[in-house]
């Protein structure tokens, strides 16, 4: 019997992005509630407690009440909010953050779904930490954009409604400058640094995509030369599908697109920098909506269904 899945919050933009890549799959029973059900408890509930796997694209507190409602009839979770991501119960969905990890999301009831902006500024860091190269407490700085999709329907509608009263006009703009931004605390967590990051997202004017960017001076780290950065994460991802590491040691650095990945569910990781600067330049490229959100969630299903 197929495994029953059930996307609570399909109507977003993470869910509906879910739904798009799971609509026609024949392994799979796809579960949706009635348009007119929607706002009904009981249904939901029974929903909730029917599937094999509920996909969570729901605000945090909204998310935990979904988890109390099912965990206890067997229901297996992937959550897309932040309500879970640095709960050590649950299992972090980055497949790619260590050897065993992948293995600890098939086997999981309960997995958390990254942020956008942490599967790239992860991806980046944690490798070096666990290869000895970079200090735990390294000051680590984060430069991010990202599609205007990450910000939900609201973001979306004042982007690309210029009649509306909030209308967002400008090409670009960076925000979270309090450094308080949800996303730091799993960062932390999974990248292994003790440090809090200065970390400044911004959003740009164009649908999917972002890049993450995170310089290093050399002589704060552990490592000898752009080339021993490179072949670390080259070492972690090798024989990835998802996650390819670009060198650009000794080379010009291209203008890298924010657009580059977008409609896909893979990242590219670029090292670049001149060997014997003492700096590199290290540059996440990702679809803030596919690795970074539905493509992400979609392939922990799969690791948890066998698929």
């Keep these: 019997m197929a495994p029953k899945i059930f996307i609570d919050g399909e109507h977003g933009t993470t869910g509906l992005q879910i739904v798009s890549r799971l609509q026609d799959r024949s392994d799979i029973d796809l579960m949706s509630m009635p348009a007119e059900q929607r ?149 932390m967590r999974h990248a292994g640094i003790t440090r809090r990051p200065v970390f400044t997202p911004a959003v740009g004017r164009f649908a999917q995509g972002m890049l993450v960017n995170v310089p290093l001076h050399l002589d704060l780290t552990d490592a000898s030369s752009v080339a021993e950065i490179h072949a670390a994460l080259d070492i972690h991802y090798g024989g990835s599908e998802i996650v390819n590491v670009v060198s650009l040691a000794d080379g010009a650095p291209p203008r890298l697109d924010p657009e580059e990945l977008a409609g896909t569910d893979r990242m590219k990781l670029y090292v670049c920098g001149l060997e014997g600067s003492g700096q590199v330049n290290l540059v996440a490229s990702l679809d803030n909506l596919g690795k970074g959100a539905s493509g992400a969630a979609v392939q922990n299903l799969d690791l948890m269904i066998g698929g």
């Design 39 to 187: 706002r009904d408890p009981e249904v939901r509930t029974k929903f909730l407690r029917e599937a094999d796997v509920a996909i969570l694209c729901l605000p945090d507190d909204a998310a935990r009440g979904a988890v109390a409602l099912a965990s206890d009839a067997g229901t297996r979770f992937i959550d897309a909010s932040t309500a879970h991501r640095t709960d050590p119960a649950w299992a972090f969905g980055f497949a790619e953050l260590s050897d065993g990890q992948a293995a600890r999301i098939a086997a999981a009831q309960f997995v958390s779904n990254p942020g956008c902006y942490s599967t790239g500024a992860i991806a980046l860091i944690a490798p070096l930490i666990a290869a000895g190269l970079l200090p735990t407490d390294y000051p680590v700085t984060i430069n991010a954009v990202s599609g205007y999709t990450g910000g939900g329907k609201q973001m979306i509608a004042q982007m690309e409604d210029a009649s509306r009263d909030d209308a967002i006009t400008a090409a670009y703009f960076a925000y979270a400058l309090t450094l308080a931004h949800k996303h730091v605390p799993e960062i």
